[in-house]
């Protein structure tokens, strides 16, 4: 598999490169994860998940990379917002998917991001 980078900001545009995050203090989630090799709609619902959290109260933009470990960073404004993100219905169901068939493993971590700097 190739890898594969992706990023969306608050309008929940598909943008090359780097998201554009605020000023810090903010939150980042990180989940680590290995892929069964069942398909079954999970790129459909992975473009699906992006697409909602987009819309949610506290989105900041995400990143993605996958080769034989995926790596997605969500950035958000507050620990509430994470909070209301995974108690999401449709958020909920696809944990129940990824639990069930389409992670061998994953990990999910969250973040305080107190300074970032780049070019």
Do not use: C
């Not at 069964?36 to 619902?45: Q, V």
Request: charged share 20%.
């Amino acid at each position: 598999m190739t890898d594969a980078v992706t990023n969306t900001n608050q309008g929940g545009a598909a943008m090359p490169s780097i998201a554009n995050t605020p000023e810090p203090p903010y939150y980042a989630v990180i989940f680590t994860s290995q892929r069964t090799e069942i398909d079954n709609g999970y790129d459909a619902m992975a473009t699906r998940m992006v697409e909602l959290a987009a819309q949610q109260p506290g989105f900041l933009g995400v990143e993605s990379a996958r080769n034989e470990v995926g790596v997605t960073v969500s950035y958000w404004a507050d620990l509430a917002s994470i909070k209301a993100w995974k108690a999401h219905a449709e958020h909920q169901e696809a944990q129940r998917l990824g639990h069930q068939q389409w992670y061998q493993h994953f990990k999910t971590r969250i973040a305080k991001v107190e300074r970032d700097y780049g070019i």
